[in-house]
């Protein structure tokens, strides 16, 4: 199987592993959570993109086709990790929206905001809070990272070619 989908479909898998740990410990509902998840989705990516882009430099990628070949990867990854975040919370576990939700809601209630503003607050919140905007976001965040992530790893990761002999 090729580098690019091999550890595009990696990604993916890990990813919703994570993902779904995440959801069935409870960690969606503790608002401090919110940030491990992005923290380790993030250290999961960069790890198999390490491993892959060692592996494309070997077939002979300079920067530009290592560059693409991480996006590439990334976009994959994001594919799957796309359709199993929204599986997970239209399917496996429907409450998980509401269940966050009302975590965040009462961690503002905890910072002192009044029941009004709090309302004003995850009204703000809403539209990026539905099943589709969940994943499209886990989608573009995994191409993001991906794209910057292998920007930085083929500056040390590539097939640098032949070098000119000084004379």
């Given at each position: ?5 091999r ?8 990813v ?21 998840f ?5 250290l ?29 990867l ?13 599986m997970?919370?239209?399917s496996?576990?429907?409450t ?38 969940l ?20 500056t ?12």
């Open positions: 199987m090729n580098m690019i989908i550890g595009g479909v990696m990604l993916g898998v890990l919703t592993i994570w993902s779904w740990a995440f959801a069935f410990i409870g960690l969606h509902k503790n608002p401090n959570g919110s940030m491990i992005p923290i380790v989705a993030t999961i990516e960069i790890a198999v993109l390490i491993w892959a882009l060692k592996k494309t430099a070997a077939q002979g990628r300079g920067w530009i086709g290592q560059v693409s070949a991480g996006t590439l990334a976009f994959v990854g994001g594919s799957l990790i796309f359709a199993t975040s929204y997970l919370v239209t496996l576990y429907p998980y929206v509401a269940e966050a939700n009302a975590a965040m809601a009462e961690a503002f209630r905890a910072r002192g905001m009044d029941d009004a503003a709090v309302q004003a607050e995850m009204a703000k919140m809403a539209p990026g809070q539905t099943p589709v905007m994943a499209l976001t886990g989608f573009a965040a995994t191409v993001v990272t991906g794209l910057v992530v292998s920007m930085i790893i083929a040390f990761v590539r097939n640098k070619g032949p070098r000119p002999v000084a004379a």
